[in-house]
């Protein structure tokens, strides 16, 4: 949900195995709530009641301006995961309602979404100069850790859920068996149907998590992850943050936990702290 005054919205859909979005022409698709009718393949009819910024698998609404505030919002179905690591892991990514949707797309430190053709250094938060300097996060005397406020999962969350670090990325897949699931290929992770993602699946607990791809492509490389940490990347310059990314070409499988520009667009996917043993 977003709060302000002078928004503009326009809803958008896509079937789930599609890589676009089409802005729906209905008028309702310009307010802050949608109603529909979806017909089955029977014939039989329900209505589906859209709530203002939130997102289902094929339902999405672009919010004008950019900037706006968020409201927390959990999903019933939110669990975390103990993954054999320090950290729990969440089942789901910020803004998803399912472990196999992927959620909304967020620059690095910022915590609302944008229109996909508007993630670029001219619109990021942390620079009036198109990337010379940045103000707050940076590896001349300024911070390599995002806090709370710039934390999306936080942010959007509460609580004690944050953005992993590059540490625990690491951690995770140095503790885990990964295995791609491409369409029709699919497996039911925590209770949902997954496919076209990671599933990881920790060596100790036996527990996996669901990592949903990005609809984003790199030339002829297909299925795509892309996933914030949040730590600036030391290893290159302030322009990067550091993710974890996922791709496979064929049958060749790669992974990296390395700098990706700041400003461009990738999920997220929040940690919590284990209980205190007693």
Not at 27 to 37: H, Q
Not at 111 to 138: H, L, M, P, Q, V
Request: glycine content about 8%; charged content about 20%; some cysteine.
């Amino acid at each position: 949900k977003v709060s302000g005054e002078g928004y503009t919205y326009q809803w958008q859909y896509r079937s789930a195995s599609a890589s676009t979005w089409t802005s729906s022409g209905i008028a309702a698709a310009k307010t802050a709530n949608m109603s529909f009718t979806v017909t089955d393949k029977n014939g039989s009819t329900c209505t589906k009641s859209l709530g203002n910024g939130k997102t289902l698998d094929i339902v999405r609404s672009e919010i004008t301006p950019a900037s706006f505030t968020v409201e927390k919002f959990i999903p019933a179905s939110l669990e975390p995961v103990d993954m054999g690591t320090s950290v729990l892991w969440a089942n789901m990514n910020i803004s998803a309602i399912t472990p196999n949707s992927e959620g909304q797309y967020f620059a690095w430190g910022e915590t609302a979404w944008k229109s996909r053709d508007t993630y670029t250094i001219s619109n990021y938060f942390d620079t009036d100069d198109e990337g010379a300097t940045f103000k707050k996060y940076n590896r001349n005397g300024g911070k390599t850790v995002l806090d709370p406020e710039d934390d999306a999962a936080h942010v959007w969350w509460g609580g004690d859920w944050r953005m992993p670090t590059k540490a625990e990325w690491q951690e995770l897949v140095d503790n885990c068996d990964m295995k791609h699931l491409s369409y029709p290929i699919q497996e039911n992770i925590g209770g949902v149907v997954c496919y076209n993602g990671l599933k990881m699946t920790s060596k100790t607990t036996g527990n996996s998590i669901f990592l949903k791809e990005s609809l984003a492509t790199i030339s002829d490389v297909q299925d795509l992850g892309n996933y914030w940490s949040s730590t600036l990347d030391w290893d290159s310059s302030s322009r990067f943050g550091t993710h974890f990314t996922f791709y496979f070409n064929g049958p060749i499988y790669n992974q990296h936990i390395n700098g990706y520009s700041r400003e461009l667009d990738g999920l997220i996917r929040p940690v919590c702290p284990k209980p205190a043993a007693e």
